[in-house]
């Protein structure tokens, strides 16, 4: 396949939505059958996560698709649990050097809502231009999310992007096919007034001073002006996909996940979380910022890191411009008091 062209881009992500539809499929049936939690058994450990068994099942129908979409185009595949060693060049034996893009994905990101069947999970993907190693976030070139609902759940949601394009998506029946149009449609209030705003602590770990930090935020913006009332709301979606997600329905109008800061402060007197974000987590950026969303890094920078599955990194993302305006300052103040930043968001 040495000289092989580029796919045609509807061509791609048709292949993309095609994957991630098989494994959705695939998972809701395993959770319609399974009696008890057998899926949130542990399989392995990987250098990425935990995998556990449901993640282990999707492998089945991964790894099939991967190799069905390969003889279309070469590529190199960086997943979790997958490609956690190196990444893998698809068709097999082909030189990793040669393959026409990157593909980066988070087979199942919320494995553990999704395995004790509380919450969707979802599938998600970003595809580059192979540039190599030094192949990143930013060169993400289209990506796409597709909602793996939990058993009762009939009806999901498909997301999906292409640079400078804008954000699309549908709403999907998966007991007949049918669909219609869902359309992202990003907060476009000015602050946080009735509004769910988080800071990511959904695991054990800084959790104090994860709250501290946030409490403080909140008070900066006026969400204790008035007493005896609650003006922000907080949602722990423990899905970084799942969380994009909510901020491009419009349900949520600020997230940030400090917790690669988080681990790596020095504060013996306290333990850090467990394990941070990593960029196959967040590898549906696009799908928000097409969207008019504002996602940086810790220091108010576009968002960026190789693509890899082992990388820590924070990520800040605002509904909309005027929210960062209001908001990205006075987190700066704080990120530098608490010892989380060494220098200021522009």
């Known amino acids: ?7 045609p881009v509807q061509e791609m992500l048709e292949g993309i939505l095609s ?4 494994l959705r499929d695939h998972i809701h049936r395993q959770l319609l059958r399974q009696s008890g939690y057998g899926s949130a058994m542990v399989a392995f450990e990987a250098p990425s996560d935990t995998i556990y068994t449901i993640d282990r099942q999707c492998e089945e129908v991964l790894l ?6 390969s003889k279309k185009v070469s590529f190199v595949l960086i997943a979790e649990g997958i490609s956690d060693d190196r990444p893998i060049p698809f068709p097999e034996g082909r030189d990793p050097s040669d393959c026409l893009y990157r593909i980066i994905l988070d087979p199942i990101d919320g494995t553990r809502m999704l395995m004790y ?9 970003g595809v580059a231009v192979n540039r190599g190693e030094s192949t990143s976030l930013e060169d993400i070139c289209m990506a796409a999310m597709t909602e793996i609902p939990v058993s009762k759940q009939t009806i999901g949601d498909v997301v999906w992007a292409c640079q400078g394009e804008g954000c699309h998506g549908w709403r999907e029946n998966l007991l007949d096919g049918s669909r219609h149009a869902w359309n992202p449609s990003p907060s476009r209030a000015e602050n946080l007034d009735h509004g769910f705003a988080q800071v990511t602590k959904f695991f054990p770990g800084r959790k104090a001073l994860v709250c501290k930090l946030e409490e403080d935020l909140l008070a900066h913006l006026g969400a204790f002006d008035k007493e005896n009332r609650c003006l922000v709301f907080d949602d722990q979606y423990l899905s970084t996909g799942g969380q994009i997600y909510e901020i491009l329905a419009g349900h949520d109008r600020f997230q940030a996940d400090l917790r690669a800061s988080m681990r790596a402060l020095d504060d013996p007197e306290s333990a850090p979380p467990g394990m941070a974000c990593h960029p196959y987590d967040i590898c549906t950026a696009l799908l928000a910022r097409e969207a008019g969303i504002i996602v940086t890094d810790i220091h108010n920078q576009p968002l960026n890191a190789p693509l890899d599955t082992t990388t820590e990194l924070d990520w800040i993302a605002y509904a909309n411009p005027a929210l960062q305006a209001r908001m990205a300052p006075v987190l700066s103040e704080l990120l530098l008091r608490y010892g989380l930043s060494r220098r200021t968001i522009q």
């Open 1 to 7: 396949m040495k000289g092989d062209r580029p796919l």
């Open 117 to 125: 069947d509380k919450r969707s999970a979802w599938s998600l993907a």
């Open 64 to 69: 099939p698709e991967l190799e069905s979409l």
């Open 19 to 22: 994957l991630q539809r098989k």
